[in-house]
């Protein structure tokens, strides 16, 4: 890995963390925040910076955790921060990588690889933000980190849909009723999938889960080291939008992986990596049924068994169909490569 | 307060006037002006809304998505304001009538489609709950600094826009109905220039019982005959409404011929640009809604809109119990702008909820003498009613507005 440089800057030789006694004790996301209690997204910051180290910009465009984390004079960041306008993390991330770049370039500031991450929600990365970010992982110049964490609704003006919102979720903008049980029918979008497949020069692109913090770090650390444009997508369970106790944040991030609903892959340079218990399920093991994550959370309380079904044949359709098993939604021509169902 | 002051004639010209006189039966209730202003949509035959959650427009989508489904109605999330706007022109094109809602940030980025919908006469409504800027400034506190931005809503000129202005929830129903109404008879998009005041404000709110009795609600007109001129004529000055039902349709964003093909020649262009423009400047007798209070015998008059105009009349009777005879200008309709409700020769002390200096600029172009325009602008906080009469004391007795903390007088 120590050769590992960009096209052009040399980035951070990030050495991943071999196991939890390993990783740095000093954090750069501290207290002075006001997160929900159980929030995984706060805890996503808070490892994301630290797997980045002290020679880092966070920036992002506006999501529940840019208004929780500056109000009233207390801050959790020790290192430089910037909120920008809701739809603009990819460009916002551009264009810092590049001022920084131009500076060291003139000589200007002294030369030295600095970590530049975009740190997005759903709302203002997969739906308004998302040309943004497409356009930025086309710019191979420049080094900076697309991060977006996932809590599928916009959790900031208090949980409405987002293009990430799973099938028939209660949100308030999609309020089960008597007559329509199920309001919002939309799939949830395939994020780092898409991001996978449109951007033949990303050289990175992974989803993780806080739930597995070491690995997710580690994630963090190969996406910087290997430089350019790079894309994480992090699934973060919400205590208030998704309506559970804030006790099961770790244990619904990991149902969600042992479900099936959210695998574990790397993308480098083209080549594809499950890991965790997603490669264990691509090797064959059993993924258990959705209906424990589902139950879990009272977004999906008002669910009856035929719901439960249909979520469960989509899935189903995500492992056995898919060309790429819960990674590229092409369908398989040839039925004998289809693998039998792993219900 | 208003029982210790002397008598006043207070005016209001609007078409709820009447409307509120002739319906009288129906709920009376505690509610929201965010409720009102999805009542009123829905009274008017409003069934697709499409739009992005921003505080303090939240609430008028969380109801929709409620409300439109009960009435066959389509509630549509997109992934921003851009997409929300085009939803609802598209909305508008296909044949039903469509609001969406947002605020300044999101207003802005509306700007595109809201040009084009100038462009190709597409009736619908755009709720913009103004807050405190610029940019995302405080979502929990009122503003007016989108006076301006309405009016010049998209770029290249040639166009006039319609804006509204309510202020109070019971206003914000009749004013929604009225806002639908124009649109379908100018076919333009139409502002509701509401505030966070007037949004999240729980007020009593009559909503009368039947929305199909409701006699002067303007109904989607469809042409069927031909020649149809989907974008209107020279000769025509408000063509009706002839897509979204079966019959053909040549919509395009460039200067267009009255059968809507474009065309770069300098008489299509003239032609076009009069009409959008026309349809509005010489119809101002049919959109100019305002109330006035003591206006007639008036030594200084006090102008505000909105949730401030609250506060600012309060202020003028306070005033005139204090032995000033101050009167009061209320806008409804802020564009086109009422320059006739200016024709009095008396100083004018405009309160705005911004530090700029936009309505009192139309209201210096407007008055005989300019010069006597005086400005109180106030940031994030409605004018307190010991303020506005303190101005109009001074502006009365000193001709100048004294020192007050926080007011900025000053117009450059």
Redesign the interface.
């Known amino acids: 890995m120590a050769d590992a440089t960009t096209f052009t800057n040399d980035t951070q030789i990030l050495e991943p963390f071999r196991g939890i006694k390993k990783v740095t004790i000093e954090e750069y996301f501290t207290s002075g925040h006001r997160t929900c209690q159980g929030c995984e997204s706060a805890l996503v910051m808070k490892l994301m910076v630290k797997a980045s180290g002290p020679r880092t910009i966070v920036l992002g465009s506006?999501g529940c955790m840019y208004v929780a984390n500056t109000t009233y004079y207390t801050t959790p960041w020790v290192v430089p921060w910037m909120h920008t306008?809701?739809?603009s993390s990819g460009s916002a991330a551009l264009g810092t990588a590049a001022g920084l770049k131009a500076l060291m370039k003139k000589g200007k500031m002294k030369s030295e690889p600095i970590n530049v991450i975009a740190f997005c929600g759903d709302g203002g990365g997969a739906?308004?933000g998302?040309n943004g970010i497409s356009a930025t992982l086309t710019h191979k110049d420049y080094n900076c980190l697309i991060l977006l964490y996932d809590n599928e609704s916009?959790a900031n003006?208090?949980i409405?849909?987002s293009?990430m919102t799973p099938y028939g979720a209660n949100t308030?903008?999609?309020?089960p009723?008597k007559?329509?049980r199920i309001?919002h029918k939309r799939w949830k979008k395939n994020m780092a999938g898409m991001m996978a497949a449109g951007h033949p020069e990303c050289r990175y692109v992974a989803t993780v889960c806080a739930s597995y913090a070491v690995e997710m770090m580690n994630k963090v650390r190969r996406a910087l080291t290997i430089g350019g444009p790079t894309f994480i997508h992090s699934l973060d369970p919400c205590p208030k939008g998704w309506d559970y106790d804030p006790m099961l944040s770790h244990e619904l991030g990991e149902l969600a992986i042992e479900t099936g609903i959210f695998p574990l892959y790397e993308m480098e340079d083209g080549e594809l990596r499950y890991y965790g218990k997603t490669k264990a399920i691509v090797d064959g093991r059993a993924r258990k049924p959705v209906r424990e994550y589902l139950l879990k959370q009272g977004r999906f309380a008002h669910f009856t068994e035929e719901d439960l079904a249909y979520f469960q044949e989509k899935i189903d359709e995500m492992w056995d169909k898919w060309e790429v098993p819960g990674v590229v939604p092409f369908k398989r021509t040839d039925a004998a490569k289809a693998a039998p169902s792993q219900k | 307060m208003s029982t210790l002051a002397p008598a006043v004639s207070e005016q209001l010209v609007a078409p709820w006037v009447e409307w509120a006189r002739r319906y009288t039966r129906g709920r009376r209730l505690l509610e929201a002006g965010t409720y009102a202003l999805t009542e009123g949509a829905i009274a008017a035959g409003c069934r697709v809304f499409a739009g992005y959650p921003i505080t303090p427009a939240t609430d008028i989508a969380e109801y929709m998505s409620k409300r439109l489904p009960q009435v066959g109605g389509y509630y549509v999330q997109c992934e921003d304001e851009l997409a929300g706007m085009h939803a609802c022109a598209g909305a508008s094109l296909g044949g039903l009538k469509a609001m969406t809602a947002t605020s300044g940030p999101g207003y802005t980025l509306m700007h595109d489609a809201y040009g084009w919908s100038i462009t190709n006469e597409i009736p619908l409504v755009v709720v913009d709950a103004m807050r405190v800027g610029p940019i995302s400034g405080i979502t929990g506190a009122p503003g007016q600094g989108e006076f301006y931005i309405a009016r010049y809503a998209s770029h290249g000129g040639n166009f006039e826009t319609i804006v509204l202005s309510p202020s109070s929830v019971q206003e914000a129903f009749w004013l929604t109905i009225d806002a639908f109404n124009l649109a379908e008879r100018f076919r333009t998009p139409v502002t509701i220039l509401t505030d966070q005041v007037i949004s999240d404000m729980w007020e009593d709110l009559f909503i009368p019982e039947d929305y199909d009795a409701l006699d002067f609600v303007v109904p989607r007109k469809n042409n069927l005959m031909m020649p149809f001129y989907p974008v209107g004529s020279a000769d025509l000055d408000v063509p009706p409404n002839v897509i979204g039902h079966g019959t053909g349709v040549c919509v395009s964003a460039y200067t267009h011929t009255e059968e809507g093909y474009d065309i770069e020649e300098m008489e299509a262009q003239w032609a076009q640009t009069y009409r959008l423009i026309n349809k509005i400047r010489h119809h101002r007798d049919q959109l100019t809604r305002y109330e006035t209070v003591g206006v007639e015998d008036a030594d200084v008059i006090a102008v505000a809109y909105g949730a401030n105009a609250r506060t600012v009349k309060t202020g003028v009777l306070e005033a005139r119990r204090r032995g000033v005879r101050a009167g009061f200008v209320r806008l409804i309709t802020l564009w086109p702008f009422p320059d006739e409700l200016f024709e009095r020769d008396v100083p004018y002390v405009v309160c705005e909820l911004n530090y700029d200096g936009q309505l009192v600029r139309e209201v210096m172009r407007s008055a005989p003498d300019g010069k006597k325009v005086r400005f109180m602008g106030k940031s994030a906080e409605l004018h307190t009613v010991a303020e506005v009469a303190a101005g109009l004391e001074g502006v009365a007795r000193t001709g100048r507005i004294p020192e007050l903390p926080y007011i900025w007088t000053e117009v450059r």
């Open positions: 506006t306008q809701l739809g739906d308004m998302l916009y003006t208090d409405q849909l293009g308030t903008f999609s309020p009723g007559t329509h309001i």
